[in-house]
């Protein structure tokens, strides 16, 4: 681990009592939903964690304690740093604070986790859809949703693909 | 089919002021058909007179999925969906792939294939600067800008084409290097490049640089602050261009980025005119780049010899038993991954492109997601235009330089 | 001996009123400004300088529906663009021609998914499709002159059927 980034984890894990791990050279930090805005404030104000480089969800069906890992990916230009928060959702659960007035590019990526995955944001200002069509049913990237495709065309199946297309009219 | 939506102002009343439910504001659609947007982007204005009170984005009309689809491929498979995102800026798409699955697995890169790798994504920037130029300009009615751009941005897809057989969507870049070795006509059509476009530069800069016309319409138009900036995760030239000195080439050298000699260039307006400035001496450093990168150009091989995951060539798989079984378990089932994740970020075009990959152990990603620059770079598009004329919100749009692909993935 | 043979002195041309209308039709269609993705990005290279599309007779792309004959596909359409695009298309006057540039807007391309139609034709019908992703411009050039040989090739006799 970077030797400015210790010190910095360290105050995490007493302030929050998180786990760490380490992959790579990165560092990911696990943080419990109610504590998110706390962590996020901390970083942002104490230690120049000026950007928050994105904002994602990970689902782990069917496993459901927890279902869902949100990733919060913070860059601090100042000290060149980076570190991963991952903060586990429950499967009963799906309600997170939101981080919206912490950092202000959460809030569509705040929507598009809720219309991708499922989970709310307890106090963001705008909560719909973002990327379906509004009309959607069903959240589009959780494992139990199927990916929804259409069987390729060969001579053996043509006619019987062919007579179901709804080719369009005038 | 799904049919449209008409929506009514109750409906969307906690976005816009209250002076659109009395009617003296009135709320136009700026739709996704539109020649000035960029691409399908719905814009929600709410105007009064001229003058945009409040402009609402309204994006995905070309979310293609390829975040899901890419967790039904494999690894080498799902390569060729991420040319398809950000289609100015292809071969960096690859790039930031290969660098992620590299980072996963533990592959190494030789050197030569790192210098190539340097000088297509250098070449690539340009062309993606220059169909930005050419765009933006035919917005404020410089056509002319437009045919001299895309004239410029052909001689660079010869090169492409000439390594890689395909014009935009290349997959040349692969994980462990490049897919095959640069043909000989290749150093020759890359110094011609290296010698002309300097010059070509120079006349571009000579049309709009310090045409009244042009200064009237971006000169203190559209106004981001540093902080706005950083809180909205803006990246990139527009990052650059409010006085924040971040480029990922500098502060995290990747790919051999340490050895050649460049400069990043920073502005403190913030306004329209000094993303253009950015741009341009930005395509000059890339040349800068070019030409250092191809006199140092190593010799060597151009993939890693780890044959885990990289394939064999064709000439020694009749010789040797333990390269046919290679190919044979590349070809069909593909290489595992650790149960892990990984987040690695180049320097596109736009910004930070980063790569967000997991792993489970199989052939095939557990989730991969793109953390694309055009994606915030919108975002903040609100905070930019108010109090602007609608003409003004068509100068500010095309500098902010978003591509759809991007945006919707 | 004839009248026929003093007509090209006179500056008088005869042919059949179909081959006249024909003829008008293809000398200056005027597209319609719809790209989507990257096949967008190919479409504006055809239009610009090295292959120029000005000279088949597109001179300029009308960004509105109402004036403009010929419709370019060019890119993947997504589930929630599909209502516009076959809005558009009404919006056109008659006569009116499709083309679907590019394996996406053809058959759903690399995307076999939930959020792209398979094929355009599921929203609006055809006359030409195109190949390739991104098709270069010469095919997309070859395309065009292929919904010309179509326009040629139409009678009266169908459209007062249509």
């Keep these: 681990m970077n030797e400015k980034l210790e010190p910095i984890v360290k105050a995490l894990q007493e302030k929050f009592g998180s786990m760490v791990e380490e992959f790579r050279g990165e560092v990911h930090v696990f943080i419990k939903p109610e504590q998110i805005v706390d962590a996020l404030t901390l970083l942002r104000d104490t230690y120049s964690f000026e950007l928050m480089s994105t904002l994602t969800a990970v689902d782990y069906w069917p496993q459901e304690t927890p279902r869902f890992h949100l990733i919060y990916q913070m860059t601090s230009l100042s000290n060149n740093l980076s570190v991963q928060i991952r903060v586990p959702v429950d499967g009963a659960n799906l309600k997170v604070p939101t981080v919206t007035r912490v950092y202000a590019n959460a809030n569509w990526r705040e929507r598009e986790i809720f219309d991708l995955f499922g989970v709310e944001f307890e106090g963001h200002p705008n909560l719909t859809r973002i990327l379906l069509p509004l009309d959607f049913v069903g959240h589009a990237l959780r494992k139990d949703y199927p990916l929804g495709y259409e069987e390729p065309q060969f001579t053996f199946n043509f006619e019987d693909i062919d007579v179901r297309k709804p080719y369009a009219k005038e | 089919m799904t049919q449209l939506q008409e929506v009514s102002v109750d409906d969307i009343k906690h976005l816009v002021s209250e002076r659109a439910q009395t009617g003296e504001t009135m709320l136009l659609n700026m739709g996704p058909q539109h020649p000035s947007t960029h691409g399908v982007l719905r814009l929600l204005l709410e105007l009064d007179g001229e003058i945009v009170v409040n402009c609402l984005p309204d994006i995905g009309y070309l979310h293609t999925g390829i975040e899901k689809n890419m967790e039904a491929k494999t690894y080498q498979k799902a390569e060729v969906m991420s040319d398809r995102l950000d289609y100015m800026n292809t071969v960096g798409n690859n790039l930031a792939f290969c660098m992620a699955v590299e980072k996963l697995v533990d592959l190494d890169v030789p050197p030569r294939a790192q210098a190539i790798r340097v000088i297509l994504t250098e070449l690539q920037r340009i062309a993606s600067h220059l169909v930005w130029l050419g765009t933006s300009a035919l917005d404020l009615a410089a056509m002319s800008m437009f045919l001299y751009c895309f004239r410029e941005r052909e001689i660079i897809l010869d090169v492409l084409e000439l390594c890689s057989g395909q014009r935009m969507m290349t997959t040349y870049i692969r994980p462990g290097g490049l897919w095959r070795d640069v043909p000989v006509e290749f150093e020759a059509a890359v110094r011609d490049i290296v010698k002309t476009f300097p010059k070509r530069i120079d006349e571009y800069e000579k049309l709009l640089t310090k045409n009244p016309i042009f200064l009237d319409r971006t000169l203190g138009i559209g106004n981001l602050t540093k902080e706005t900036a950083l809180q909205y995760g803006v990246t990139g030239p527009m990052l650059r261009a409010s006085g924040v000195d971040w480029d990922l080439r500098k502060q995290r050298p990747y790919c051999g980025y340490e050895q050649y000699d460049f400069n990043v260039p920073v502005l403190p307006e913030g306004d329209t005119y000094a993303r253009y400035l950015v741009r341009m001496q930005e395509m000059r450093e890339s040349l800068k780049i070019v030409e250092q990168a191809l006199n140092k150009l190593p010799m060597g091989s151009v993939r890693s010899d780890n044959r885990k995951f990289v394939p064999p060539p064709r000439s020694e798989i009749g010789l040797s038993m333990e390269s046919l079984i290679h190919h044979f378990k590349l070809w069909t089932e593909g290489f595992l991954a650790p149960k892990a994740s990984v987040y690695s970020a180049v320097e596109s075009p736009r910004g930070e492109l980063g790569v967000f990959v997991e792993g489970d152990g199989g052939p095939k990603p557990y989730r991969m997601h793109w953390r694309t620059p055009s994606y915030d770079n919108l975002q903040v598009l609100p905070e930019m235009v108010r109090g602007l004329l609608v003409a003004d919100l068509v100068a500010v749009i095309g500098s902010t330089d978003i591509v759809l692909g991007d945006i919707d993935r | ?162």
């Design chain 3, 1 to 162: 001996m004839g009248v026929e043979q003093k007509l090209g002195n006179m500056g008088v041309v005869t042919t059949s009123l179909e081959t006249a209308v024909n003829w008008a039709r293809t000398n200056a269609m005027w597209p319609m400004l719809f790209g989507l993705a990257c096949c967008a990005i190919e479409m504006m290279s055809a239009q610009a300088s090295d292959y120029d599309m000005s000279r088949f007779g597109m001179e300029l792309m009308r960004a509105s529906p109402r004036q403009s004959d010929l419709m370019i596909v060019a890119g993947r359409v997504s589930k929630k663009m599909g209502p516009v695009l076959r809005r558009l298309y009404d919006q056109m006057p008659e006569p009116k021609w499709v083309i679907a540039m590019g394996d996406c807007a053809s058959c759903g391309g690399v995307f076999n998914n939930y959020a792209i139609y398979q094929g355009v034709d599921e929203v609006v019908p055809v006359d030409v499709y195109v190949a390739g992703c991104p098709p270069r411009p010469e095919a997309l050039i070859h395309g065009v002159l292929t919904v010309y040989e179509k326009v040629k090739g139409e009678k009266f006799k169908d459209l007062a059927t249509k």
